[in-house]
């Protein structure tokens, strides 16, 4: 049977079983639309992994990023130097520096 039909099956079986009649009754359509898209908890479990993964990656980048300008700043190295070799402007380079202080 194909998931729509199989939906709606289930709710018309519902329906005359008693259960949640009210409810299904008022809100059939609703239900119908919802329950067709189909959940894919592996899918959404990868996705989730991935953007949590990606988060922890551009910190871990920012903070090397930081430690370095650090470094770089504490050898002499002009902003404008840091800049150019670490490829952000200098007024992303000044505020890096800000807010790692």
């Not at 639309?33 to 959940?39: D, G, L, N, P, Q």
């Not at 990023?65 to 770089?72: L, T």
Request: charged share 40%; proline share 1%; aromatic share 8%.
């Amino acid at each position: 049977m194909e998931l729509d039909a199989a939906v709606e099956h289930a709710v018309d079986e519902c329906i005359r079983e008693g259960i949640l009649k009210d409810f299904l009754q008022k809100n059939r359509v609703e239900v119908l639309k919802v329950s067709i898209f189909e959940y894919d908890q592996e899918e959404e479990e990868k996705k989730l992994r991935k953007a949590e993964f990606e988060a922890g990656y551009d910190t871990g980048v920012m903070d090397k990023v930081k430690e370095i300008i650090q470094y770089m700043l504490k050898s002499g190295e002009p902003v404008e130097k840091i800049a150019r070799y670490t490829g952000y402007t200098v007024e992303e380079v000044k505020e890096i520096i800000k807010t790692s202080q």
